[in-house]
Structure formats: structure tokens, C-alpha cells
Nanobody, 125 residues
């Protein structure tokens, strides 16, 4: 599956953004999806993940309660709604896919099957 992330931009602290990740192909529903981010000078870190049907999701502690991951399998798209943004959320955000069984999600240490190209989110203070 090929992934294309979009929706990044510049926003003030406290604001919101919604990232999208569009997948090519007809097998999107066979993949759990994840969002990761990498800030300048830091290692890439896990942000959120969602299962194949959307019934299960999990979040990094730093974004829990502020970010929401969702997916629309009819549109081959996964979203990341980001609210109450903080300057420390500034990073390049990547979507990723992993073929898994029903109900499974992406683990932070998993080797992923496919990565999107990244979209930059900048949060100003």
C-alpha cells in the first residue's frame, strides 16, 4: 500500500489541525494504521494507532486526550485530529501501515510495511 500524508501547517498553540493519510489500492482495510512524528534532532516517536476496523485505538501518553485517530475504509483514509496543540508537538508527522489480524494495532516498536512521506506541523507559542 502506498501512503500520502497531508494537512500539516503552521498553527498557534492551543489550535487544531487535522492530518489525513490517503492509501492507494484496495487492501486498505487489511492494515492497522499508525501515526508517528519526528522533531528536529530527535528520534521518531509513536503517536497513535488504529485497528483495521477502527474499533481499537491507542495513543502515546503525550497526546492522549488531545489527539484522535480515526479511519474511513470506504475512502482509504486515516485521520489524526490534533487539538490543544503545543509547541512541543512541532514535528514531521508520518503515517504508516502494517498488515495485521483483526483487532490488532501497530506497536511502537513494530516494523511497518509502508510509510507515507511526512507532513510538517509547526506550533508557534
Amino acid at each position: 500500500v502506498q501512503l500520502q500524508a497531508s494537512g500539516g501547517g503552521l498553527v498557534q498553540a492551543g489550535g487544531s489541525l487535522r492530518l489525513s493519510c490517503a492509501a492507494s489500492g484496495r487492501m486498505f482495510s487489511r492494515y492497522a494504521m499508525g501515526w508517528f512524528r519526528q522533531a528536529t534532532g530527535k528520534e521518531r516517536e509513536f503517536v497513535a494507532t488504529i485497528s483495521r476496523t477502527g474499533g481499537t485505538s491507542s495513543y502515546a501518553g503525550s497526546v492522549k486526550g488531545r489527539f484522535t485517530i480515526s479511519r474511513d475504509n470506504a475512502k482509504n483514509t486515516v485521520y489524526l485530529q490534533m487539538n490543544s496543540l503545543k509547541p512541543e508537538d512541532t514535528a514531521v508527522y508520518y503515517c504508516a501501515a502494517k498488515a495485521v489480524g483483526l483487532g490488532a494495532v501497530v506497536a511502537p516498536s513494530d516494523e511497518l510495511d509502508s510509510w507515507g512521506q511526512g507532513t510538517l506541523v509547526t506550533v508557534s507559542s
